[in-house]
């Protein structure tokens, strides 16, 4: 039987307001995993309003006090543990290993906002004028909306609204229409059961096609301050343009093209290991996931046979069985756009060395090489189980290969010497690099966000801060000032 989920809208479980339900689908057997309420923008608004209602006392709240609340929730979310990773598998195809990498990680996301309750610091100015002291104080801006993808559900919702809250905000959360569960009905119960004030977190749901209207109400409502997305550069590109029109200022994290370089120093096996994992881990489906690995030519066949001999022994099938390392992409409108970028590839002159077949939505994974530079697949974004092996003649074509791409989320260096790392890492054009490791790392406390097509602004830790809070001047004149009229 399929699961009912509602909506949570100031502290209650609701449908949407004219009782429309969609079908949340498994994507491995196609069956249909749940109905989830079919939000409009009417209940957008409501949603809103619910957060600008709660936000007058939740932003006065003893920083301790929302503290003690997120560690009551971190708590709350590892006894789920068990229940979430069978949802995760169900909802979005995840396999066991990655559903338990964000069963892990989110715990930790609660407490590092916990942390971050008594971090909105200001500052003490020096003052030119005689008599006066100057200040710069640290404020939050009000109703927060948070925008979360399907491939990383869990970690991606929760991100989007747990730092706005622990600045003192209120928040609106919208999942994908995917992951609904994971990545909305969960955490909502979580908020709930930790005992949140009715208001400060709201969940909206919608139903295919209903994103736009939803997002359109964030954008134009002024009651929203800020909003966050996680999601498309497409998506991005057109949340900022509409946004930029009213002033309202967001945050974004889009898609990537990242490159792992590995020079000729590299420890052969376990670099094979780390590019594995950060090419194919969830099929491929994570912002940071490694697309292009680019190998010094002296090295460069001794890893390409190593690493397509790893990658062929990769179980794909069931994400429910625990050895499984490729399940199923999201959707078949996913699947699509995965084949038909391999497809054209192969046909402006690549050659696939091991996939490039599929099972229902899973798709095998897949190792490209003599992708030619200039070619779609080169620079665009492919979300799935596909990596292309670059070979390069030295660490200067590298780097130049690297920053090739109108992307630039996370990248990766390999080398033994770490001055040379440092000293590549500091030209590639991205917001994150990893030397001694591939492209897909976070932690709840690092600063994270790309540049280029990759998005602005940054999540996790202090850097929340510069999104969620307005930094304010005022001043105090303890002597009469001498005007000159």
């Known amino acids: 039987m399929p699961r009912e989920y509602k909506m949570y809208i ?33 209940d957008a608004k409501r949603a809103v309003d619910a957060a600008v209602a709660a936000f007058p006392e939740w932003s006065h709240t003893l920083p301790a006090e929302r503290q003690a609340l997120f560690l009551k929730a971190a708590d709350i979310l590892e006894k789920k543990k068990n229940e979430i990773v069978t949802i995760l598998a169900e909802e979005t195809g995840g396999t066991f290993g990655f559903a338990m990498f964000q069963t892990h990680f ?45 491939n990383a559900p869990l970690i991606l919702s929760l991100r989007s609204i747990c730092m706005p809250i622990a600045y003192g905000n209120t928040a609106v959360l919208k999942p994908s229409t995917e992951s609904a569960a994971a ?5 909502a119960e979580v908020f709930h059961e930790a005992g949140f004030p009715k208001g400060v977190l709201n969940l909206i749901t919608n139903g295919p096609g209903g994103s736009g209207e939803i997002g359109d109400e964030f954008i134009e409502n002024p009651k929203v301050r800020r909003i966050n997305l996680t999601g498309s550069t497409a998506v991005g590109r057109q949340l900022a343009e509409k946004a930029g029109r009213h002033l309202k200022r967001v945050a974004l994290e889009l898609g990537g093209q990242n490159p792992m370089i590995i020079l000729r120093d590299a420890d052969i096996e376990n670099t094979v ?43 794909v099938g069931n994400p429910k069985e625990p050895d499984t390392i490729i399940g199923p992409l999201i959707n078949k409108q996913q699947f699509n756009q995965v084949k038909d970028s391999v497809d054209a590839a192969v046909r402006d002159g690549a050659k696939i060395l091991c996939g490039g077949k599929s099972e229902g939505l ?13 070619t779609p697949f080169s620079y665009e974004e492919t979300f799935g189980p596909v990596v292309s ?10 780097v130049a290969v690297a920053n090739d791409t109108p992307y630039g989320l996370s990248a990766a260096v390999v080398t033994r010497d770490f001055a040379k790392g440092m000293a590549i890492a500091e030209r590639i054009e991205s917001g994150i690099v990893h030397i001694n490791d591939q492209t897909v790392s976070d932690e709840p406390q690092v600063p994270f966000g790309g540049v280029k097509d990759s998005g602005w602004g940054r999540f996790g830790g202090r850097a929340g801060l510069e999104e969620f809070t307005e930094l304010r001047w005022i001043s105090m004149q303890f002597t009469p000032r001498h005007y000159p009229f």
Not at 362 to 370: H, I
Not at 389 to 398: G, H
């Open 10 to 42: 100031n502290g209650e479980w609701v449908g949407a307001l004219d009782g429309e339900v969609y079908d949340d689908l498994n994507p491995y057997t196609g069956e249909v995993f749940a109905r989830v309420p079919s939000g409009k923008r009417s």
């Open 106 to 150: 989110t715990p930790g996301l609660l407490r590092e906002a916990a942390a971050q309750a008594h971090q909105a610091n200001g500052e003490i100015i020096p003052a030119d004028l005689p008599g006066a002291f100057y200040m710069a104080v640290r404020q939050p801006v009000g109703v927060v909306a948070g925008i979360a993808p399907w």
């Open 183 to 187: 990545g909305g009905v969960v955490i």
């Open 273 to 315: 290991n780390a590019a594995a994992f950060g090419g194919f881990n969830h099929q491929g489906q994570i912002c940071m996931s490694t697309r292009r690995v680019i190998v010094e030519k002296p090295i460069a066949r001794e890893f390409t046979e190593k690493f397509v001999k790893k990658v062929s022994t990769f179980k």
């Open 362 to 374: 899973c798709y095998y994974p897949t190792v490209l090489t003599n992708v030619k530079s200039g």
């Open 389 to 398: 092996l670059i070979e390069v003649e030295n660490e200067e074509e590298a």
